[in-house]
């Protein structure tokens, strides 16, 4: 058997050569499972970010667990949607040491009122971005953390925001996901210059997916144009818009009580008047005030889920939710 001999005065040598390979990828949170799959194909083969809220957590209205505190004080970089859709963040973030990016704040991202509008934002504060790959893609912690977020908007319930203004709900919207992706790239290489280019690689390979996303829904919608639908809260704006669905309305109001038994009655009136053959629940919640405006309409009751809370965290869920809420659309308009 032959043996190497190894000197001491190699040794320095050896243990200095793998430090770069061995440095540590930024630490990155986000906050809810459609934007960590997002980030997640970005960061394929360099690391894995955590996502911050169960997904059977309310992201108007969420209590940190210790855990989740912890997260947010060893992160690097937090990409979280923003105040519009968690207003209770916002100030856990603000003590953070961290860097942190409300993603509806960045001038990347397109935005539209509840209304149906689009909206213009401060493009200032955030510029510098994302802007090289969105232009190529359709331009257009302390244990304690959790309590104060909660208690401040606790109360709020499902619908913490009212349906007036900016609409958060602004992953369900595939430009969206283009600018991001970039953002995300741009944002990570600052930080992990080493590997930029898996970053960038990557983005590339998230781009395409999106643009085949995109295809395969505009495809199963194709015959459904200007269809007409009633959902249970104004959480699908962005998806309608981009797809052609016309929403007419929506059961829950923004303040998160239960509808008047005028406003119901409206609705459901509504429904007989336009001829709308589809409403949907949404995963979690009690579809009765569904079932009170179908009664004697017609009407077919299915379920959509804005995020994702049915579909398996990781990379492939951003595509699966917005998969799922077309066939479900499609599958609800083509039953008899």
Known sequence: ?????????????LIAAPVSVLAEPP???????PLHALLSQVMEGVGVPDLLLDQ???PHAAQLKPSQARMLTEADLVFWVGPELSPWLERILEAQDGDHIAMMEHPATHLRDFDGAGTDHD????EGHGEEEHDDHDEDGHDDLGEEGHDDHGEE???????????PHVWLATENARAWLGVFADMLSERDPDNAEIYRSNTEAAFAKVDALEHRIEDRLAAHQGA?????HAAFGYFADEFGIEIAGSVRPGDAAAPSAAAVAELKDLVADHGIECAFAEPGFDPGLLDAIAGGTGLRIGTLDPTGVLQPVGPNHYSATLDAI???IAECL???
């Open 27 to 33: 630490q990155v949170v986000a906050d809810i499972a």
């Open 123 to 126: 493009h200032e504060a955030h």
């Open 228 to 232: 007409e639908i009633v959902t249970f």
């Open 1 to 13: 058997m032959r043996f190497s001999i190894l000197s001491f005065s190699s040794l320095p040598a």
């Open 56 to 58: 059977n957590a309310n």
């Open 157 to 167: 319930g499902h619908d913490g925001h009212n349906h007036t203004g900016v609409d």
């Open 326 to 328: 077309a066939v479900g």
């Open 334 to 336: 083509e039953s008899e």
